[in-house]
């Protein structure tokens, strides 16, 4: 078993959409967590991060950790097309400052 | 101009070549990282460097060493390639303390 799980998707969803994306996890330890955004042949970028439990928004978006579930969430409101690309989880224990990452969902959001 | 830089962008090169990648950053941050991407397997980590004299083996550093020349630069080397290397490679970096990386534009590289 993976230490990190993410659907591989793809997912397609119409303009406007809510967009739920997630990952569940087994490593307990894990504190720190990450959402990335990855468009075809570019670098992952930073979208999301957050501490322990809780959520955290940021504009059209919004990450949600939920510990006792080892389980997290990314949730798009209002899709766009440019919201199309590749998302990544990624996340770490305290203190370690090493990563593992999901393996990425892949979204389109159709016009 | 982007903070973090690879060159060369897309390399194709043989069984048994040594090839280097290179990594430069303009962020400031003392922490560089350089992963491979495969399809269905994600972003794993090779090899770390928390300061210029301190360099550490990822989850899959074997077949791969690095130099960390200056604060700036982080380079990776393939010392003998063999096709099961072909990979997308990303060079990352992160300011001591905190969690949040930051990623270059990536560099494809094919071994035949």
């Known amino acids: 078993q993976k230490e990190v799980e993410q659907d591989p998707g793809p997912l397609s969803v119409p303009e406007g959409a809510i967009v739920s994306l997630n990952c569940t996890y087994s490593?307990?330890?894990?504190?720190?967590f990450m959402w990335y955004r990855q468009y075809s042949r570019k670098g992952p970028e930073l979208l999301m991060y957050?501490?322990?439990?809780g959520n955290k928004e940021d504009g059209r978006f919004t990450a949600q950790v939920d510990k006792s579930s080892k389980y997290i969430s990314l949730f798009i409101r209002d899709s766009q097309p440019s919201d199309s690309a590749t998302y990544l989880c990624?996340?770490?224990?305290?203190?370690?400052?090493?990563?593992?990452f999901g393996t990425g969902t892949r979204l389109k959001v159709l016009a | 101009d982007a903070d973090v830089t690879q060159t060369p962008r897309n390399r194709i090169t043989k069984t048994g070549k040594r090839i280097m990648l290179e990594c430069s950053q303009t962020?400031?941050?003392?922490?560089m990282y350089w992963y491979r991407q495969d399809p269905g397997l994600g972003l794993r980590l090779i090899y770390y460097?928390?300061?210029?004299?301190?360099?550490n083996k990822g989850e899959i550093s074997d077949g791969y060493s690095v130099s960390r020349q200056a604060q700036a630069k982080f380079s990776l080397s393939l010392e003998s390639a063999i096709p099961n290397q072909t990979a997308l490679y990303f060079c990352?970096?992160?300011?001591?303390?905190?969690?949040?990386?930051?990623f270059g534009p990536g560099t494809r590289l094919t071994v035949t």
């Open positions: 990352a970096t992160s300011d001591g303390g905190r969690y949040e990386q930051y």
């Open positions: 490593n307990s330890a894990f504190q720190y």
């Open positions: 957050t501490y322990s439990s």
């Open positions: 990624a996340m770490s224990p305290s203190g370690t400052y090493k990563y593992i």
């Open positions: 962020k400031g941050h003392d922490r």
């Open positions: 460097s928390f300061d210029v004299k301190d360099i």
